[in-house]
């Protein structure tokens, strides 16, 4: 799990955690410029949507001919 901090850092924090199987990015993209003005945000991104899992999903390629 990766995750990244920006905003107001005297701000109240807040921790944005993604759901429906995608990174915070795709989640907040349309709020996250609204309430780094305000608040310290702390962003959340899970194992296997963080990049992580880039070599994991090229060994799992290389065993299904395409």
Do not use: W
């Amino acid at each position: 799990m990766k995750f990244e901090e920006t905003g107001k850092m005297d701000g109240k924090t807040l921790m944005l955690l993604p759901g429906t199987c995608c990174d915070y990015q795709t989640n907040f993209y349309y709020v996250m410029d609204r309430l780094a003005r305000k608040y310290h945000l702390i962003c959340v991104n899970y194992d296997g949507f963080d990049g992580s899992d880039v070599l994991q999903k090229l060994r799992i390629k290389s065993f299904f001919l395409i």
